[in-house]
Nanobody, 124 residues
Framework: QVQLVESGGGLVQPGGSLRLSCAAS????????IGWFRQAPGKEREGVSC????????YYADSVKGRFTISRDNAKNTVYLQMNSLKPEDTAVYYC?????????????????WGQGTQVTVSS
């Protein structure tokens, strides 16, 4: 069964950190670029970060640049999103998705398979 499963979300205080994981089963993540997106209540889904399928090139939305780091461990078939210095405005459901583009940006049409999401809440 082909699956993308996000994990690692939770409740954290402002300034805290979380590491999200995006684990694939039933297929090999090596062949895909991976993006992280998020959707806050009442807002449209927005791109957060992506990583290429080959040379590890990365791209970040301005809102998270310098605070979030995307990485991949192909041996574990997993992509990570390290989130530091979290802010209340980072509160959202976070999704990972696969892309057949070698180096996609954060345009949703470039992504074709999505996980179910993990909730991140930043609050004191």
């Amino acid at each position: 069964q082909v699956q993308l499963v996000e994990s690692g979300g939770g409740l954290v205080q402002p300034g805290g950190s979380l590491r999200l994981s995006c684990a694939a089963s039933g297929f090999n993540l090596d062949y895909y670029a991976i993006g992280w997106f998020r959707q806050a209540p009442g807002k449209e889904r927005e791109g957060v970060s992506c990583i290429s399928r080959s040379d590890g090139s990365t791209y970040y939305a301005d809102s998270v640049k310098g605070r979030f780091t995307i990485s991949r461990d192909n041996a574990k078939n997993t992509v990570y999103l390290q989130m530091n210095s979290l802010k209340p405005e980072d509160t959202a459901v976070y999704y990972c998705a696969t892309s057949g583009y070698s180096l996609p940006m954060l345009r949703e049409y470039e992504y074709d398979y999505w996980g179910q999401g993990t909730q991140v809440t930043v609050s004191s």
